[in-house]
T-cell receptor, first 114, second 113 residues
Framework: DQQVKQNSPSLSVQEGRISILNCDYTNSMFDYFLWYKKYPAEGPTFLIS?????DKNEDGRFTVFLNKSAKHLSLHIVPSQPGDSAVYFC?????????????FGGGTRLMVKP | EPEVTQTPSHQVTQMGQEVILRCVPISNHLYFYWYRQILGQKVEFLVSFYNNEISEKSEIFDDQFSVERPDGSNFTLKIRSTKLEDSAMYFCASSEDYTDTQYFGPGTRLTVL
């Protein structure tokens, strides 16, 4: 099941620069997208979300962009900080279906170098 | 800040034994979920629960699994007869409303020997 894909397993960025994490999806029923950050031995921590009626949502250093026609979303982190080093998961849901299950991508490990 | 808690953090069990994983969702949340992540794989949805009923379950959530809200605060996942392939991190999540963001607990690492 590859409904949500993160094609880059890892990304290395210098502190202060922009980190761009990408995510693609195939299910056109998805209408709500989320990014979670995960440290080892911890649960996913919610970062930012976007509804399909928008194409951009911003929260501090984090911005999520949604391109519905391309079925693609991205997370921009500016400026990147060493504490941002973690695994980032995108997730999608189709809340109009019962249960509101999230479908996760495989994750991208971000390493921010000081 | 309210958070989802899970106990135990690590559970080791013998194959064929029953395990119960416990979660305390955020207090004003009404929707509860279980997910799991096998080492090196994606986070996978298991089940969602609302108003004392299962809303949706995945193919993984077979008859070996059950969920319960035994009181006003706990939400449990029971695996009746564990298999080696049940070894994974199990995450509980909750959300305030049907379409709201799901907040995850720290997880329980289940090791089946």
């Amino acid at each position: 099941d590859q409904q949500v894909k993160q094609n880059s397993p890892s990304l290395s960025v210098q502190e202060g620069r922009i980190s761009i994490l990408n995510c693609d999806y195939t299910n056109s029923m998805f209408d709500y997208f989320l990014w979670y950050k995960k440290y080892p031995a911890e649960g996913p921590t919610f970062l930012i979300s976007i509804s399909s009626i928008k194409d951009k949502n911003e929260d501090g250093r984090f911005t999520v962009f949604l391109n519905k026609s391309a079925k693609h979303l991205s997370l921009h982190i500016v400026p990147s900080q060493p504490g941002d080093s973690a695994v980032y998961f995108c997730a999608a849901s189709a809340p109009h279906n019962a249960g509101n299950m999230l479908t996760f991508g495989g994750g991208t490990r971000l390493m921010v170098k000081p | 800040e309210p958070e989802v808690t899970q106990t135990p953090s690590h559970q080791v069990t013998q194959m064929g034994q029953e395990v119960i994983l416990r979660c305390v969702p955020i207090s004003n949340h009404l929707y509860f979920y279980w997910y799991r992540q096998i080492l090196g794989q994606k986070v996978e949805f298991l089940v969602s629960f609302y108003n004392n009923e299962i809303s949706e379950k995945s193919e993984i959530f077979d008859d070996q699994f059950s969920v319960e809200r035994p009181d006003g605060s706990n939400f449990t996942l029971k695996i009746r007869s564990t298999k080696l392939e049940d070894s994974a991190m199990y995450f509980c999540a909750s959300s305030e409303d049907y379409t709201d963001t799901q907040y995850f607990g720290p997880g329980t690492r289940l090791t089946v020997l």
